[in-house]
């Protein structure tokens, strides 16, 4: 069974403009299937996997463009470096957009070579694992806190009881788990992290210890919603502050998590500077912190973090999902008032909250924070460009509906965005 993925025009439109789609993303998450499936019938296929067609392509470069020539699909590029240089000479004699769709699971090396070689003549796309709303066809655009596309969306949206949330953040977003429902969830995810450590930090990264890796990928996986602080890290994974912020690094490449900054403005005084640190897939996370199910998921102390993490994964891939990079900040400050996430586009700042609660009380209370960037009496000539809206805020949370909370803020249903 095929998901429909919301990133299809995307790739389409990426692929009528360069000669050349780099699609990433972490192992698994779809890309074979989704280019296999957008691709036209005369358009090749390879994958790089293979040893042979490895080889060949390693050794040989100009006869594997002959033999696999364009319109084509060359996956698992990057472990064929070779292949970028005479990618380029090809598309510069022929200059025809579309011409080779590129997948590949790792970026550590990767982008080096593609920004040397392919500058100009390739367009990157990110694909992670299935949105909450690809699992449930809705297919919505990037999320917004304004009213009236939320109240479009309520129409729309399938209604979820807490029981589902937690099941969707326990299950994680895997394509396989959803296309084929009888894969054992236990089973796969402890397939996926050994092939995760043998293939691509074994064959990549040359992480010398995998046993140490996979210990601190579990600890990461512990402190997903936090604040990256990396001599913790080291400290708990008995290993040195650079070694962490290196590893911690070949997850970010690996597409396993991503870092939200802190917003900063010249009108904002003791914000801190640490970035959070969040996994993109639930389903894994849930499985390196060895949580059996749903049920006590949901009970248990991590619930909240969790939560959270699931509601910032949703809202990052839904800006990935229509090419865009994710306008994704949070708020901290010394006397440790918090705004878990915050919007930042088109001259505003739109504040939310992240709640796991039916009935959150005084969520919006920290809004007030970013009050001072909206007062232009606090820039002067050089900075008046930082001067802010605040635009509509949202509390995220298990509410059943959709309601406001006053007049520029809203309670939101985590199955809305």
Known sequence: MYIKRKIENTI??????FPVLMLTGPRQSGKTTLLNRLSEADRKYVTLDDPADRLFARNEPTAFLERYSPPVIIDEIQYAPELFSYIKMYVDQHKNNGDFWLTGSQMFHMMKNVSESLAGRVGIINLFGLSNNEIT???FDQYTTEKDELL?????????????????????????????????????????????LSRDIRELTQVADELAFYKFLCIAAARTGSMVNYDTLAKEAEISAPTAKQWLSVLISSGIVVLIVPYHNNALKRVVKSPRMYFLDTGLAAHLTKWSSSEVLESGAMAGKFFETYVVSEIYKSFVNVGKIPPLYYYRDSNTKEIDLIIWQDGSLYPIEIKKSSNPVGATKNFSV?????????????SKHLKMNIGTGNVICLTNNLRPIDSKNWTVPVWLI
């Open 12 to 17: 389409l439109n990426i692929s009528s403009t």
């Open 370 to 382: 970013l009050n001072p960037v909206t007062d232009e009496t606090n820039f002067d000539e050089l």
């Open 137 to 139: 066809g809705t297919l």
């Open 152 to 196: 479009k969306r309520i129409h729309i949206a399938k209604p979820m009881t807490l029981p589902d949330v937690f099941e969707r953040i326990f299950k994680g977003g895997m394509p396989r788990l959803y296309e084929q429902p009888n894969v054992n969830q236990e089973d796969y995810y402890s397939s996926y992290t050994q092939t995760y």
